[in-house]
């Protein structure tokens, strides 16, 4: 059981299948993907960077409004 995360780029469409969580997977075009995760309090994090990343997006972080910011690839 675990939190599934799929991405089809031609398409530009999330998929998304949440179980109770024991792994964190994620696929981008049918290619499994490795992402830095962590649990608390019984919640799985995803590190946001590495999944925007693995999707081709630039990430930067924002310390006066303490944002992600995420953008394309030019």
């Given amino acids: 059981a675990g939190l599934e995360i799929g991405y ?3 398409k530009r469409l999330p998929s998304i299948d949440i179980a109770p ?3 964190l997977k994620m696929t ?3 290619k499994p ?3 830095p995760n962590f649990q608390l309090n019984g919640t799985n994090y995803g590190g946001v960077r ?4 693995s999707l081709g ?3 930067n ?5 303490y944002t992600v910011v995420c953008t394309t690839k030019k």
Avoid: F, H, L, R
Wanted: proline share 0%.
């Fill in 8 to 10: 089809d780029t031609a």
């Fill in 33 to 35: 993907m490795s992402i």
């Fill in 50 to 53: 590495a999944i925007m990343e």
């Fill in 21 to 23: 969580i024991e792994k």
């Fill in 61 to 65: 972080w924002d310390s006066t409004t």
């Fill in 57 to 59: 997006y630039n990430v």
């Fill in 28 to 30: 981008v075009d049918g």
